[in-house]
């Protein structure tokens, strides 16, 4: 081909691929509308940890008529339960809501591997929507995608460009415009969108937020920024009263975004497939962060809470058992116990565009052991996120007594 058939089959490609990504989102949009998820009378008791006389005592508490639907079985969706939930007295509830104090920081954890395929995305959605949903605390959690692919925002913001609402590259490269009357940091705050749970929300990427990489090459070349890694945490500082955590997707790229991730972060997970593929190149990276760190220390960075392996996609086989071997032997205080194990019901749930936090045991669409399985297991890998996080927290009280 010449220059202008090689523009042309190019332009052609951009074609395909523009009408491909508008069928699949009007799919989204048509179809597959996410719902909240729904629990019938038996798993809302389990999920509350009181017997069903109780909950039918405090459901009428809330005036909420859980056989309201066309065929009117039980059923109330997440946040209903939340309403319930408050009702509840101290001695009944598991645990008292969680308010964060002055001295305990906003812990953001930072998803990273350079390495692509090792499951980053599904482990951000996974982790933000546990922690959201599976700790009677409630705790506040953020979730930022700083993606260009936009995935993680398929999950919980499908609808965000065709409602005009600001990405995070928009945000970093202040590519808006504030109303009336509008300050800055509601901007950022209005950014981080609602979700079908609670108090989950996430600021969303954009395919547009592909461009963010050569914006900042832009911006360094013509000296039009002091601190080209801050930017990210500038946003994060401005809604961090509004969060306990944020979970932070990161590219499978060393470029600005990620950098802007590693300075933001309080904490950071390494996302590992055991393969040795994915080993060799995870390796190969961990050889080359001392001089990602140089940068960031330079920067002012304090340094991280904690630093962990998280190991994914886990299949019970002899070579995965003498991978695992090799890795703890060099890794040992750095990998976490439990790992994501393989899965179908969290591919099947991938599928859906959710986590397995995202929908009940009665309303996954097949073999109703695995995903109980599968959510029993996604559950115990981020109680040991939780109990980090809640080990600084405890630090950093005693620290200010």
């Known amino acids: 081909m010449d220059s202008e058939q090689t523009t042309n089959a190019f332009l052609a490609l951009k074609d395909s691929a523009d009408g491909l990504i508008k069928r699949r989102n009007q799919r989204l949009l048509i179809n597959n509308k996410k719902e909240q998820r729904n629990f019938t009378r038996a798993e809302a008791s389990a999920y509350l940890a009181i017997n069903s006389k109780t909950l039918d005592k405090y459901v009428s508490k809330t005036n909420i008529d859980p056989r309201r639907h066309d065929d009117a079985v039980w059923s109330v969706n997440l946040e209903e339960i939340y309403l319930i939930r408050d009702q509840l007295p101290e001695e009944l509830r598991k645990e008292a809501k969680f308010v964060r104090s002055e001295h305990q920081k906003v812990q953001v954890v930072v998803i990273q591997n350079q390495k692509g395929g090792v499951g980053k995305t599904v482990s951000a959605a996974t982790i933000a929507s546990g922690i959201a949903t599976e700790f009677p605390q409630e705790y ?4 930022i995608d700083m993606d260009g692919q936009s995935t993680l925002s398929m999950y919980y913001a499908t609808e965000a460009i065709q409602q005009g609402c600001l990405s995070v590259g928009d945000l970093m490269m202040e590519n808006f415009e504030l109303d009336q009357g509008e300050t800055l940091q509601s901007a950022i705050s209005d950014a981080f969108l609602p979700t079908t749970i609670p108090n ?4 969303p990427a954009s395919q547009y937020d592909r461009a963010l990489e050569g914006w900042f090459h832009e911006q360094v070349f013509n000296k039009a920024l002091s601190s080209p890694y801050t930017l990210l945490d500038n946003i994060i500082q401005a809604v961090e009263s509004e969060f306990d955590i944020i979970i932070v997707d990161t590219p499978p790229s060393l470029g600005y975004s990620t950098y802007n991730a590693y300075y933001a972060a ?3 997970i390494f996302p590992l497939s055991v393969t040795q593929n994915d080993i060799d190149a995870t390796c190969s990276y961990f ?9 960031l220390l330079n920067e002012g960075h304090s340094g991280y809470d904690f630093m962990k392996i998280l190991l994914t996609n886990h299949r019970d086989s002899a070579t995965t058992t003498e991978l695992m071997n090799q890795l703890t032997q060099y890794f040992e205080q750095r990998i976490y116990s439990k790992e994501f194990k393989h899965s179908e019901a969290i591919r099947q749930s991938s599928s859906l565009l959710s986590t397995v936090f995202d929908m009940s045991k009665s309303e996954y669409p097949k073999a109703k052991s695995s995903f109980q399985n599968a959510q029993q297991n996604a559950f115990e890998v981020t109680s040991q996120i939780m109990r980090d996080i809640h080990f600084v927290w405890s630090q950093q009280q005693r620290e200010n007594q």
């Open 140 to 143: 506040r959690v953020g979730l």
């Open 200 to 203: 989950l929300r996430i600021l």
């Open 266 to 268: 309080s904490s950071v």
């Open 287 to 295: 050889s080359y962060i001392p001089k990602i760190w140089s940068l």
